[in-house]
Structure formats: structure tokens, C-alpha cells
């Protein structure tokens, strides 16, 4: 079965830091891009990053740009999201997910493998 796992989420105050990671099984990892997205609540989820297979190429919306990096352990088949500088308003489930296609990487109907979430809160 495909899983991706994520774990790392917690309370912190404004300003502090977070490392969220994405651990998957179930299918061949080096030939996926994967992404981090969020979803606030009464908000619409929303991309935050993504990394291409190799690891060479990353994106991140404006809103992150600067604060977070993402990266990827093939031999672990792992992705990590390196939070810094949190707001209250990064406040939100962070889910990862995987895409095989060259696509958008901000369009998540374009992927093809989610996981559960991990709750993130920043307290000002």
C-alpha cells in the first residue's frame, strides 16, 4: 500500500522553527515529485512547496519563499519542510503529496498520492 507519513508538526511561538517530514513507502520514490501543501481552517488548501525527483529543482509560493526549505532523502525516501520564522498565519494541517507528472507543481489535483496531515499552530 502507498502511504506517505507525516510528522514534526506542534505549537510554537512566533518566530521559532519546525521540520516537518514526509516519510512514503509503497512506491518507486525517486521517480515522484513531491509537495507540501496547508490548509487553514475555513480556508481552501494551498501550495507551499515542492521538490523535483532528483532533488536539483524546488518551488515555494510567495508566502513561504525565504523562510522554508524543502529537500529530499532518496535513500530514505524521505522529504523534509524546514520551517523558520513562523507567523500565526502559517497556522494550518501541512500535508505532503507525491506527483509522477512534470505538471504544475501548485495544482494538487495533480498528484497522485496524499498523506494525512500534521497540524501546525504559531502562537503570536
Known amino acids: 500500500d502507498v502511504q506517505l507519513v507525516e510528522s514534526g508538526g506542534g505549537l510554537v511561538q512566533a518566530g521559532g522553527s519546525l521540520r516537518l517530514s514526509c516519510a512514503t513507502s509503497?512506491?518507486?520514490?525517486?521517480?515522484?515529485?513531491i509537495g507540501w501543501f496547508r490548509q487553514a481552517p475555513g480556508k481552501e488548501r494551498e501550495p507551499v512547496a515542492a521538490?523535483?525527483?532528483?532533488?536539483?529543482?524546488?518551488y515555494y509560493s510567495d508566502s513561504v519563499q525565504g523562510r522554508f526549505t524543502i529537500s529530499r532523502d532518496n535513500a530514505k525516501n524521505t522529504v523534509f519542510l524546514q520551517m523558520n520564522s513562523l507567523k500565526p498565519e502559517d497556522t494550518a494541517v501541512y500535508y505532503c503529496?507525491?506527483?509522477?507528472?512534470?505538471?504544475?507543481w501548485g495544482r494538487g489535483t495533480n498528484y497522485d498520492y496524499w498523506g494525512q496531515g500534521t497540524q501546525v499552530t504559531v502562537s503570536s
Open positions: 503529496a507525491a506527483r509522477r507528472g512534470p505538471t504544475n
Open positions: 509503497g512506491f518507486t520514490f525517486d521517480d515522484y515529485n
Open positions: 521538490v523535483s525527483r532528483g532533488g536539483s529543482a524546488t
